[in-house]
């Protein structure tokens, strides 16, 4: 901001956003590292032993999620789902709900805006 000079001022933007791909780059080879580290050896023993529940939990959750979601289809409701998103205990749960509070609202912003269109037409 001290400079005038718009060729500068270009350079300086330039050579921040350089800095800055660096620095993303850096966090994503960090992120990594620590994502695709081995395992120890006891511990991936308990997972083996403990893979027929957790894979019977997973199945469980993965089935209340798809009931959940033909729920949500059926709500029309801006206000209920608020409701039930404050309820809901589980991400996964609140994830969908957000979801379909998303497409109710772009759906009434597409609605109104064709009986806006419609409107102006006229």
Sequence with gaps: EATLDLA?????????????????ERDEEALASKRFRPERGS????????WPRSRRL????QAALAT??????AITDVEELTKLLRAAGEYEERKLIRAAIRKLRAEEI????????VQSSQ
């Design 110 to 117: 597409e609605a109104a805006t064709l009986a806006g269109n």
């Design 68 to 73: 959940l979601s033909q729920q949500l289809e």
């Design 58 to 61: 997973e199945e469980e959750q």
């Design 8 to 24: 500068e001022r270009r350079r300086i933007r330039s050579a921040i956003r350089e800095l800055q791909r660096q620095e993303l």
């Design 43 to 50: 511990h991936r023993q308990d997972d083996k032993e403990n």
